[in-house]
């Protein structure tokens, strides 16, 4: 990607969320938002979220991989556990490379 | 001085939780220099986007080469969550010019509008736009600054250590943390589960449909239970 495209994507990106964070603050008395889309809101995280997690550990090299070989599909288990347990992005990071790093030594080439 | 004690309680309020910004913002610069960004650009992108999880999702995304369109839909879907707060607080943050509004706005972040929004609930007599502003600028010179040095220090860390894996660890601790009932459940597990089935797709424009469905699933699922609950 050239250095254009990356500053073209930062500010589409930013004037965007800047819109999505001022929107309500701004238009408060003049129009609500709706309710059937607070309660569509409530879901995007889960949603979003799981759906950039479940790929990244099945399709590791960008093909489907469910083998005991597949590395980040088994650490990804294991730092989801931690993730239940703990909710906490720094410990759940910490497991799972650590797991990935012994998986690779172990059983690497 | 009403207004500076109450910008001081919030810069207070906020404190706690750079234990957790902290990490996550050193986390994220070392993150985008690993996917090629320069020092500038990582500094940049910070200051312009200032959400973390959407410039995590973005970095996953130019790591697998995915198009440029992808990765802007990618990130305002994820950082859609952000007019709940905004529709939230704003009842707070209103007697105040456009631009102040759109000052407050640009800071906006989960932990500045979890700080605020509970100290607000427990405290009646209390500067809102205040202490908001000081807890969402604590917040967001925490941020730049932890970002900065991770910039630095993503220099040194090399690519066969597999970083790019902290991506998708980052975000399951983060949806976890979004699983409140059995509807936000089911959005999940159908987000990511098309996400997978649909990952062959060009453009990745499976992860949008994912998204998408997930969200639909969980309203669905919402809906027939407040019908049932109602017909009972």
């Not at chain 2, 706690?16 to 070392?30: C, E, K, N, R």
């Not at chain 2, 990765?71 to 939230?88: G, H, K, P």
Request: hydrophobic share 60%.
């Amino acid at each position: 990607m050239s250095a254009e495209l990356k500053w073209l994507l930062f500010v589409a990106i930013g004037l965007g969320t800047f819109l999505l964070r001022f929107l309500f603050i701004y238009l408060f008395g003049k129009i609500a938002i709706p309710d059937w889309l607070r309660r569509a809101l409530r879901f995007v995280p889960a949603a979003a979220l799981a759906a950039l997690v479940f790929p990244a550990l099945t399709h590791p090299a960008g093909h489907l991989d469910l083998s005991l070989h597949n590395f980040r599909l088994l650490a990804g288990l294991g730092g989801a556990i931690v993730a239940w347990k703990t909710r906490n992005v720094l410990l759940t990071i910490l497991v799972g490379m650590m797991l990935l790093w012994i998986l690779e030594m172990v059983f690497g080439i | 001085m009403r207004m500076n004690k109450d910008f001081f309680a919030g810069a207070r309020g906020a404190m706690p939780i750079l234990i957790g910004v902290i990490p996550f913002a050193m986390i994220s610069g070392v993150a985008a220099v690993s996917v090629g960004l320069t020092f500038f650009e990582t500094v940049g992108m910070s200051v312009i986007v200032f959400a973390g999880a959407s410039q995590l999702a973005v970095f996953q995304l130019m790591s697998t080469g995915s198009p440029w369109i992808i990765m802007v839909l990618t990130a305002w879907v994820i950082n859609l969550r952000f007019t709940m707060y905004s529709a939230t607080l704003a009842p707070y943050l209103q007697k105040l010019s456009a631009w102040q509004k759109a000052l407050l706005a640009y800071m906006l972040s989960d932990q500045a509008f979890g700080i605020s929004l509970s100290h607000f609930v427990t405290n009646e007599q209390v500067n809102h736009r205040w202490y908001y502003f000081g807890a969402a600028l604590t917040i967001w010179v925490a941020w730049q600054i932890s970002a900065i040095i991770g910039a630095l220090l993503g220099a040194l860390v090399p690519s066969s250590w597999g970083f790019d894996f902290a991506f998708p660890l980052s975000f399951m601790a983060l949806m976890f943390g979004a699983l409140r009932d059995y509807p936000t459940v089911l959005a999940a597990l159908v987000g990511g589960i098309i996400a997978v089935l649909a990952k062959g797709l060009p453009y990745n424009i499976g992860l949008v449909l994912a998204i998408c469905l997930g969200i639909a699933a969980g309203y669905l699922a919402e809906d027939l239970n407040t019908r049932q609950g109602a017909s009972r």
